[in-house]
């Protein structure tokens, strides 16, 4: 069975630090694999997504994850943290094409001043 | 412009009444889904339909129920059963078929609160 596991509920950084949120996944065949990013009180907004193209993938805001099948990862970076950038983070996957996504706990991104 | 309706924004309700939560869209997507968000849980799947007439049960179906007897339309009811209905939902839609990954979108959710 499929399976997310995101490391950190929550991570605090500076503005202008780098920002990464681990994420792990478990699938049995190739993943396909997403960061979504939720406001408090509003839904989700996909960031970017991983369908087996290439493996450095570029996402709105300034997020990029890089897919890692040998560590089965997928981590979200962006290099300079905006105050903009605080809210929950969610890795999800999806073994097929028309299956549902299954989510990760979330971590929340706070950004200190 | 297209997109997903969920209403209402926030709904409260006495413990033991049924409630059901509206959703719509009008992206012209064949499929739709039904999350449940409670703080640190992240989502997880109630039910999803991937054609009218037609829908399936996800990690938590119990205690809720759905109907799909139109695209557009996909609405949850949270029954007497479910035993702690407190929690955020949201409503997703994709399309279906080939042509690489069909990704969700994500209406902006219902907040229930039962008293």
């Known amino acids: 069975a499929q399976s997310v596991t995101q490391l950190g509920s929550h991570v605090s950084v500076s503005e202008g630090a780098l920002v990464l949120l681990r994420c792990n996944y478990s699938?049995?065949?190739?993943?396909?694999l997403f960061w979504y990013v939720q406001y408090p009180n509003q839904g989700l907004q996909l960031l970017l997504k991983y369908t087996s193209a290439a493996t450095l993938v570029k996402g709105i805001n300034g997020f990029e994850a890089e897919f890692k099948k040998s560590e089965t990862s997928f981590h979200l970076t962006k290099p300079s943290a905006h105050m903009s950038d605080a809210a929950e983070y969610f890795c999800a996957v999806s073994e097929g094409r028309n299956t549902p996504l299954v989510f990760g706990k979330g971590t929340r991104l706070s950004v200190i001043a | 412009d297209g997109g997903i309706t969920q209403s209402p924004k926030y709904l409260f309700r006495k413990e033991g009444q049924n409630v059901t939560l509206s959703c719509e869209q009008n992206l012209n997507h064949d499929a739709m889904y039904w999350y449940r968000q409670d703080p640190g849980q992240g989502l997880r799947l109630i039910y999803y339909s991937q054609i009218v007439n037609d829908f399936q049960k996800g990690d938590i179906a119990e205690g809720y129920s759905v109907s799909r007897e139109k695209k557009e339309s996909f609405p949850l009811t949270v029954t007497s059963a479910q035993k702690n209905p407190t929690a955020f939902y949201l409503c997703a839609s994709s399309r279906t078929g080939t042509g690489g990954y069909n990704e969700q979108f994500f209406g902006p959710g219902t907040r229930l609160t039962v008293l």
């Open positions: 699938s049995s065949v190739p993943p396909y």
